[in-house]
């Protein structure tokens, strides 16, 4: 199955509360003939836009394509969440990897946080960018866990910006009886993605950079020099980078053993009333519980309650998303039995099986950037970065992601949905014990 035909209407944003606030579509046109660069990037989402944006500042000559439009994917769609660290916390991570290379990924997601400020600053993006995460617990016994990580963060790390929340305070700032502590961690953030992503667009198109949308690669020639054709034309490239994420396919095998594609849904309600929005968080930061099918949540500019959640089973969307999502969102928020949903959209994200990015040099002069698992705002705005050094010849940092190489997942791509299936039945399971 092809997930950028599967669900979605071809050169068509998802109908999102996202699309419909975005500040301004930049209606890019396609490939209108046979092109030369130095770098071709596969991919105009996070990572894609942010290496163009990097190579293009210094001189590079630099080309974008997309199959859809730029931000199209789970740059788009996702919750809007900059988190701190990788996607496993750093006591996991420390026992995952060691100390000492947890503690340089630990910097390396920091400076992927200040990258996505710095750029938002820079360029000027309007993207409604706010301070503040809880990471809330659904479990109790989830506690000790998570008073030894702030301690380990803030000893080990020197990491200030994070703090315990035990049951009451939790419960006064999340209006919720389904969490019964976490942690604050005000140095993280959140923002409209899609406001954020065409930003990068614009940005990277200010500095040389060029971007076709609706062009899609359909088959790669390796060699000295690259081929890569698309649905109409042909581009020959020095140096090429995937940065597809959940929607690779099968354009490139070597990488899609090494990241799995799901999907995940958000809704939208109607605006609140200030009182009602606040009573659900008080002080407009994001929330993401700590079940594996993660429960996240945020207010919107315009006060609704952005609530992102659900299972899927297979790479199909649900017919009906926002009675699909209403389900965790009242098991959070059963105050909201009648409240009225404007939107429900989905997407597809791409997870490893050490949750940690791929990043990968599969030859002299080819590079892959994904994996992200959920994680993406960041570390995904951080690898196109990591990945535009590298090319320029400093590939230290790049490194330090390519050495932590997840396994295949096993099976071919006909056998990747049923492992999900089975995945997922396992972890929901785990979720409510």
Not at 61 to 79: L, M
Not at 190 to 207: D, E, Q
């Amino acid at each position: 199955m092809n997930l950028l035909d599967a669900n979605d209407i071809k050169g068509q944003y998802p109908n999102s509360w996202y699309v419909a606030s975005i500040d301004a579509d930049l209606n890019i046109g396609t490939l209108q003939e046979d092109v030369r660069v130095d770098i071709c990037i596969i991919g105009a989402g996070f990572s894609g836009l942010s290496c163009a944006l990097h190579l293009a500042q210094t001189g590079k000559n630099v080309c974008v394509i997309d199959a859809h439009r730029v931000g199209w994917g789970a740059s788009g769609r996702n919750g809007g969440q900059l988190g701190s660290g990788q996607r496993l916390d750093q006591l996991e991570l420390e026992k995952t990897v060691g100390k000492k290379t947890a503690m340089k990924l630990w910097d390396l997601a920091e400076d992927s946080k200040q990258l996505v400020k710095t750029l938002i600053s820079r360029h000027k993006i309007d993207c409604a960018i706010k301070p503040g995460i809880i990471h809330a617990n659904h479990r109790a016994r989830f506690n000790k866990h998570s008073k030894q990580e702030v301690r380990n963060l803030n000893e080990e790390y020197g990491y200030s910006s994070i703090r315990y929340l035990d049951e009451e305070e939790c419960r006064e700032m999340v209006g919720s009886n389904a969490y019964f502590g976490g942690t604050l961690d005000t140095d993280s953030a959140h923002l409209h993605p899609l406001n954020y992503v065409l930003g990068l667009a614009k940005a990277a198109r200010s500095a040389g950079a060029a971007i076709y949308e609706q062009t899609r690669a359909m088959e790669i020639e390796y060699g000295k020099t690259i081929s890569v054709s698309t649905d109409k034309h042909k581009i020959k490239a020095d140096q090429l980078v995937f940065a597809c994420n959940g929607y690779l396919g099968e354009l490139e095998p070597a990488i899609s053993k090494k990241v799995m594609p799901i999907n995940n849904f958000v809704v939208a309600t109607k605006p609140l009333s200030e009182e009602l929005a606040t009573s659900l968080i008080r002080d407009d930061v994001a929330v993401a519980d700590s079940k594996f099918v993660v429960n996240y949540f945020r207010l919107s500019e315009d006060r609704r309650l952005l609530f992102g959640g659900g299972e899927s089973y297979g790479y199909r969307f649900p017919t009906n998303i926002k009675n699909f999502v209403r389900k965790p969102l009242l098991k959070i928020f059963p105050q909201l039995a009648d409240i009225q949903l404007d939107y429900g959209w989905g997407g597809t994200l791409a997870i490893t099986t050490s949750r940690l990015p791929h990043l990968s040099q599969m030859y002299d002069n080819v590079r892959s950037i994904s994996g992200y698992s959920g994680h993406g705002v960041g570390l995904a705005t951080l690898a196109g970065k990591l990945a535009a050094e590298a090319i320029c010849g400093n590939s230290q940092n790049f490194e330090t992601f390519e050495v932590i190489k997840p396994k295949n997942f096993p099976g071919g791509p006909a056998f990747k949905s049923p492992l999900l299936v089975m995945a997922m039945l396992y972890h929901s399971m785990l979720d409510r014990l």
